[in-house]
């Protein structure tokens, strides 16, 4: 036994020890005889439980010390690395924090690791809540641990299900998982980190390909040059944001802040090229924080437009007040870093902008055209807000308060009990909707938020305008989506003249609320030769005469699916359907789609699932949602699975539009990348990104604005073992001018 024992590793043996610990401790009062069997049995059964070896995996948190930013209802920290996966909240083993402003957990491992893979079991309620939570690990406690590297961001995970994160090796003491935004709560109910111990000579962080973090030096924009296209007040000067201080209170005099005007900007020139490896900025506190949502970090050596055409580092979607951020940049090559806040009448308030550099070679990117798209009010033309004297509905109402016709009210009130707002009950895609009594051509949605709880609520709603009821007007061309309010803010939205008498707001989901405190429509009595700037890439609806039938088809298909699924869940894939419960599919209404510029281009995949999932499936132009119909393409189960089309020309991209999967697996998709460019280095997926897809509809097109120049758009999934399926993929583009 003790030669057994010395011929295995240390760290391996000190594992299994660890083990036999947890199964001895209950026994200390056992007597003497029978503990002696009882060690021997179990460590005779924990030393044979497999091979050790140096480059063994072990669960390295069920030993360290974890905490939160608060605690609410008896969720402990610890909870959730207690070695039990049970889901449900009540057996008490999952951690929660208070509603609050981005919570946080975080596991002290005591000793720094190399963390391969990182698994997180969700509860088995409110399961949605955990979407949007950023894994990050390193040595820092600063910011409690929340600036550290980012391993990976959590999209979805099923309800009371496991997913497993690869973190490729990354360094650090500290695994945090961080939840931004408002109001918002964090429920884990078990996190495990797999990892082997840090080698004693500390290197660069390795991590995958596709996110690589990089040795980072001191601040090289520090009391650098400056500038910015306006300035305030004599408080606001640019260099303030560069001047070394994190105070976030404008009347410190240590923010810069720009006036009110049509896309603001902000640049530091750093005197030289260096390869930026991530930006931190420091949001101001005291005046309108919000605003800064949507801005876009440019790093280049181009001063065209100002430098805002320099190839994009990060976009800042959602930023509470005074918080310090740190955005990865992944070695770009710049020596201007911009902030540019797209859109009209706004201002840019930076307290302080911080650029990290590496010795990373050059990442070549593209630049980018910003400001050209963006649309502003004609103050010159009076528009009615054409909402009011209309008629509202929504699909359920929560209670006496919220009724459809308060949010069309003319009040801006945004407490709810003040009886202003509408509020519908918790439901799957809630809506709410309002007759304008004729179409008019609509150019601004203005949204009110409500104020006194839960304004995350309208994150992902949509905004549709048109003249059908078809699916109760839901399915009418989309104006804009709203990526998020403010509590008690309002939020203008341009819809470039989409001509019509219903305008919708939607909230797709499981288990949605949509409140609205007041609804505005901007626009003028219909003009049939006014043209639209609105991306045509809604869904045409079936002859309504045949949608009952349809509907009928599709839930029937469905529900032989799930079947299918349930009677074949030990197989490995859920494509082993059997083909003749779903052969109705293939006689589906064609919904055919607008020109589709990548109709007549070359598509290739990483790997064929099986004859149905040819590359070419996905420019069609067809949305058929369902595989077995042959209308979607599909790779085998790999290790960063990619789709890629050749243009067979270098176009200006604005639009790419992607259709899911209708009849299962909605969630795979979930993390591709859609990148455009026109190098072929790694297969297309090194060029550009234009979006990251943090969820998709069941069977649903969703339209994600590019405005990027490329010959090749390609779709790449990072992970291990993913399927990558696309039903249909359209672009909206324009022949790029002198290109040959």
Same mark, same amino acid.
């Given at each position: 036994?003790?030669?057994?024992?010395?011929?295995?590793?240390?760290?391996?043996?000190?594992?299994?020890?660890?083990?036999?610990?947890?199964?001895?401790?209950?026994?200390?009062?056992?007597?003497?005889?029978?503990?002696?069997d009882v060690i021997i049995l179990s460590l005779l059964g924990i030393l044979g439980m497999g091979r050790c070896s140096k480059d063994e995996l072990v669960n390295v948190a069920l030993r360290g010390k974890a905490a939160q930013s608060s605690t609410s209802y008896g969720g402990t920290a610890k909870r959730a690395i207690d070695g039990i996966w049970n889901p449900t909240y009540e057996y008490l083993s999952c951690s929660h924090t208070s509603g609050e402003t981005s919570p946080w957990w975080r596991v002290d491992l005591l000793e720094t690791y190399q963390v391969t893979s990182v698994t997180i079991t969700n509860r088995d309620t409110l399961a949605e809540r955990i979407n949007g939570a950023e894994i990050r690990i390193g040595n820092s406690l600063e910011n409690d641990g929340n600036s550290n590297p980012r391993c990976a961001l959590i999209s979805s995970i099923p309800a009371g299900g496991s997913t497993t994160f690869q973190c490729h090796g990354m360094?650090?003491?500290?695994?945090?998982?961080?939840?931004?935004?408002?109001?918002?709560?964090?429920?884990?109910?078990?996190?495990?980190?797999?990892?082997?111990?840090?080698?004693?000579?500390?290197?660069?962080?390795?991590?995958?390909?596709?996110?690589?973090?990089?040795?980072?030096?001191?601040?090289?924009?520090?009391?650098?040059?400056?500038?910015?296209?306006?300035?305030?007040?004599?408080?606001?000067?640019?260099?303030?944001?560069?001047?070394?201080?994190?105070?976030?209170?404008?009347?410190?005099?240590?923010?810069?802040?720009?006036?009110?005007?049509?896309?603001?900007?902000?640049?530091?020139?750093?005197?030289?090229?260096?390869?930026?490896?991530?930006?931190t900025v420091t949001n101001i506190e005291d005046v309108d924080p919000e605003m800064i949502d949507g801005a876009e970090i440019h790093i280049g050596n181009s001063l065209q437009n100002n430098g805002n055409?320099?190839?994009?580092?990060?976009?800042?979607?959602?930023?509470?007040?005074?918080?310090?951020?740190?955005?990865?940049?992944?070695?770009?090559?710049?020596?201007?870093?911009?902030?540019?806040?797209?859109?009209?009448?706004?201002?840019?308030?930076?307290?302080?902008?911080?650029?990290?550099?590496?010795?990373?070679?050059?990442?070549?990117?593209?630049?980018?055209?910003?400001?050209?798209d963006i649309l502003c009010p004609d103050h010159k033309t009076r528009y009615e807000n054409a909402a009011t004297g209309g008629i509202a509905n929504q699909s359920s109402q929560w209670d006496m308060f919220g009724d459809a016709n308060n949010a069309i009210d003319l009040s801006?009130?945004?407490?709810?009990?003040?009886?202003?707002?509408?509020?519908?009950?918790?439901?799957?895609?809630?809506?709410?909707?309002?007759?304008?009594?004729?179409?008019?051509?609509?150019?601004?949605?203005?949204?009110?938020?409500?104020?006194?709880?839960?304004?995350?609520?309208?994150?992902?709603?949509?905004?549709?305008v048109g003249d059908s009821l078809f699916n109760n007007g839901n399915s009418n061309p989309l104006c804009a989506r709203i990526p998020y309010i403010p509590a008690g803010q309002s939020r203008t939205f341009p819809c470039g003249g989409i001509s019509g008498r219903y305008v919708n707001i939607l909230l797709p989901g499981k288990e949605k609320y949509l409140t609205l405190?007041?609804?505005?429509?901007?626009?003028?009595?219909?003009?049939?030769?006014?043209? %639209?700037?609105? @991306?045509?890439? &809604?869904? #045409?609806? /079936?002859?309504?005469?045949?949608?009952? =039938?349809?509907?009928?088809?599709?839930?029937?298909?469905?529900?032989?699916?799930?079947?299918?699924?349930?009677?074949?869940q030990n197989s490995t894939e859920e494509e082993t359907f059997d083909h003749d419960k779903i052969s109705f599919e293939t006689q589906r209404p064609v919904d055919k789609?607008?020109?589709?510029?990548?109709?007549?281009?070359?598509?290739?995949?990483?790997?064929?699932?099986?004859?149905?999932?040819?590359?070419?499936?996905?420019?069609?132009?067809?949305?058929?949602?369902?595989?077995?119909?042959? %209308?979607?393409? @599909?790779?085998? &189960?790999? #290790?960063? /699975?990619?789709?890629?089309?050749?243009? =067979?020309?270098?176009?200006?991209?604005?639009?790419?539009?992607?259709?899911?999967?209708?009849?299962?697996?909605?969630?795979k998709i979930n993390g591709a990348e859609i990148r455009i460019g026109n190098s072929l280095e790694n297969n297309g997926t090194n060029n550009p990104l234009c979006a990251v897809i943090s969820e998709m509809r069941e069977g649903q097109p969703m339209d994600i604005p590019c405005n990027m120049e490329g010959h090749y758009v390609t779709i790449v999934l990072p992970g291990r073992e993913k399927y990558l399926a696309l039903c249909e993929l359209l672009t909206l583009s324009t022949l790029t001018a002198g290109v040959a």
């Open positions: 036994m003790l030669y057994l024992i010395c011929d295995i590793s240390k760290n391996c043996l000190v594992n299994r020890m660890n083990l036999l610990m947890l199964i001895c401790e209950p026994l200390l009062f056992v007597s003497v005889s029978k503990m002696k360094q650090g003491q500290y695994v945090n998982v961080f939840l931004r935004g408002y109001m918002q709560y964090l429920t884990l109910c078990e996190v495990e980190v797999n990892a082997h111990p840090a080698p004693i000579e500390m290197g660069p962080t390795q991590a995958s390909e596709l996110n690589l973090i990089v040795p980072v030096t001191d601040n090289v924009a520090l009391k650098k040059t400056t500038r910015q296209s306006s300035q305030y007040s004599h408080m606001g000067g640019s260099n303030n944001a560069v001047d070394g201080r994190r105070l976030s209170m404008y009347k410190d005099k240590s923010c810069s802040r720009t006036k009110s005007q049509v896309n603001p900007w902000w640049r530091v020139d750093l005197q030289r090229a260096y390869n930026v490896t991530s930006i055409n320099n190839p994009l580092c990060a976009v800042i979607s959602s930023y509470p007040a005074w918080e310090v951020m740190t955005f990865q940049c992944s070695g770009i090559e710049g020596r201007y870093v911009n902030v540019f806040l797209p859109g009209c009448n706004k201002h840019l308030s930076l307290c302080e902008v911080e650029v990290n550099v590496g010795s990373r070679p050059d990442m070549r990117v593209q630049d980018m055209k910003r400001g050209q801006w009130s945004n407490w709810y009990l003040e009886g202003s707002c509408s509020h519908t009950k918790a439901e799957v895609d809630p809506w709410w909707r309002v007759d304008l009594s004729k179409t008019h051509n609509v150019t601004y949605v203005t949204i009110t938020n409500r104020g006194d709880c839960c304004s995350d609520r309208i994150s992902g709603a949509e905004i549709h405190c007041e609804v505005e429509v901007q626009a003028s009595t219909f003009q049939a030769g006014l043209p %639209s700037t609105a @991306h045509k890439t &809604a869904v #045409t609806a /079936p002859n309504r005469n045949l949608a009952w =039938l349809w509907d009928l088809l599709i839930s029937l298909g469905r529900t032989a699916i799930r079947k299918e699924e349930t009677y074949n789609v607008p020109e589709n510029l990548v109709s007549g281009g070359i598509e290739v995949h990483s790997s064929q699932y099986d004859s149905h999932g040819a590359a070419s499936n996905a420019t069609d132009r067809k949305r058929n949602p369902l595989y077995h119909a042959g %209308s979607c393409s @599909h790779t085998e &189960a790999e #290790t960063n /699975p990619w789709w890629r089309v050749d243009l =067979l020309d270098t176009y200006q991209v604005t639009f790419v539009t992607i259709t899911n999967r209708g009849d299962c697996c909605l969630h």
